[in-house]
């Protein structure tokens, strides 16, 4: 059992007086989500992540498929108890102030009368939150909105954690004790699925990444293999190369261009990879060591978006 | 735990907005005032005074003065009560269901219809407290300047609220489909002012069109929406007769409203908490 299933969910919207005008927003989503990763949602703005996150969470009824959060249904009451959720752009009831914020969401997501002050003091501690937790919350920042949001999320201890935009606001310090955060409740078996325009902070802590465009998944993976897709090696040589050899090797891989007596490739095919060295070595070079030239995930993702009709 | 958790919550949200503050402190102002300044003429006890000034000197024959006085009050505090209720409680639905803040209310265990019921006897807990403090002051006022107890105008305070509690409800139903405080604020006061003209629509509405259909149309939407106006009608009747109300109405106290609008907010509840579980936000 994975601790997020997902099988087929649509959703469409209808709108309009006689209900005709209907918009796609998801179409036949499927995957799943492994027991203690990091899991990022990718997709530009209107690709239907947050419908997806919401259709996880019940906020939202799929219009077709099934999904399950800890085996259960997620329609059922049962599947939210050990689950947490940060909103993006989320509003909290502005009388409160932190501490009282998270003694409320604790009673709502059931937490015994006991426990709940030590908890939400423990939380508000653990997101740099203690200094200002009597203050009302209508005075408090951005990140640090974003910093009582997580705390709220964490509330219940859940082993399945939703975060929507989680760093959004929030400083660069800020933003590092978050990814850190994240890490660390990975390393403690939790479920972490993440939506997020941060690629680069994407990049670093996630296990595995789907790519959402036009309500499709597009593409899913681990961060190497969709930042590996483009085959261009650099291959360092030790003296300059003449341009007969310059040709041969165009014959043998798809690109081929020497800059600084480096040569870099770009292959068709893995095995082209061994070609080139061969043909370097029986013409008496040496090889000062070779790179793959690796895409970052934004140039990952711009290129598969891209491609996109 | 969750369910008290609403209900503790939407209780405290109530008892803090700034209308409901400002009607505590009316009502505080009010029970000093009428300590300060009520009394009566020590010659003729029939006689009472405001500051020195004398006032309710036609008494209806076979009618207690103070009895007078209460009812005259309790009629006067409900139609306040009701209107500060309205401001006080209209934003209730629309703004847990403002975006960022529906998907904090929705996705933690707690089922919509729980959401939805806990925070209307929330909202009426909230109100109902200004309405039995304001009322148990003036109780007193009146027991200690001239020794009356009189403990109906006490437990009116219980039907004023149950009144109010029927009308939240309804306030509750038109946030889940308006979604906006304004367009609630609107419709209470209009329901509410609509609730008169229904009660009396054989001697108003009715008239302005003789056609069966459209009375019948008016008595569903009398029996279908809670009697808010028969209610506290009735309550004033509860407390000393409704002579200085209405002195038209017929002046025995009928419970059959109170019965009517409970099942009509339970039905408006059912169909509220049906279209809540539909929705997507």
Known sequence: ?309 | MKRWGIFRFTFGEAIRRGTLLTYFLLGNAIILVLLLGIGHVPQNPDQLTFFGNPILTKVPKDFDVVQMLLAFLESQSSFWIMMFGVFGVAGFMPEILEKGSAELFLSKPITRWELLLFRAFGATAGIAANIVYFMAGVWAVVGLKFGVWHWKFLASSLLISYSFACLVVLLFAAGLLMRNTGLVTMFGFIFYVFSWGLESRTRGLNLLWDNAVYHRILDALYYLTPQLSAMLTNATRFVGHSAIANPMEPQTMNWMPYVYSLASATLIYLLSAWYFYRRDY
């Open chain 1, 1 to 309: 059992m994975h601790p997020i299933e997902i099988e087929g969910v649509s959703k469409t919207y209808v709108s309009g007086f006689w209900r005709r005008a209907r918009l796609e927003a998801l179409v036949d989503i499927s995957f799943q989500v492994e027991a203690g990763t990091i899991f990022s949602l990718l997709g530009p703005n209107g690709a239907g992540k947050t419908t997806l996150v919401k259709i996880l969470l019940s906020v939202v009824r799929p219009s077709a498929g099934a999904a399950r959060i800890n085996g259960v249904p997620c329609s059922s009451v049962d599947a939210r108890a050990k689950s947490g959720y940060l909103p993006e752009n989320h509003r909290y009831p502005n009388f409160l102030n932190g501490l009282e914020t998270l003694i409320f969401f604790g009673r709502l997501n059931g937490l015994p009368a006991s426990m709940l002050r030590d908890r939400a003091n423990q939380l508000l501690g653990l997101v740099g939150l203690d200094e200002w937790k009597k203050m009302k919350i209508r005075k408090y920042s951005k990140g640090m909105l974003q910093r009582l949001g997580l705390a709220q999320a964490l509330l219940n201890e859940p082993n399945v954690l939703f975060l929507d935009e989680p760093t959004d606001g929030v400083d660069p310090v800020g933003r590092k004790e978050i990814r850190d955060l994240l890490v660390n409740l990975k390393s403690q078996g939790k479920t972490i699925f993440l939506n997020s325009h941060l690629l680069s902070e994407v990049e670093r802590i996630s296990d595995r990444v789907a790519i959402l465009n036009k309500g499709r998944i597009i593409r899913t993976g681990s961060i190497p293999d969709l930042t590996a897709g483009a085959l261009i090696y650099e291959i360092d040589l030790e003296g300059g190369i003449s341009a007969e050899l310059m040709d041969r090797i165009r014959r043998t891989v798809e690109t081929a261009m020497i800059s600084n007596k480096t040569l870099t490739v770009g292959l068709h095919a893995r095995s082209e990879l061994d070609s080139v060295v061969d043909l370097l070595r029986t013409n008496g070079f040496s090889i000062g060591g070779i790179r793959e030239q690796k895409l970052s995930l934004e140039e990952s993702f711009m290129q598969l978006i891209g491609k996109q009709p």
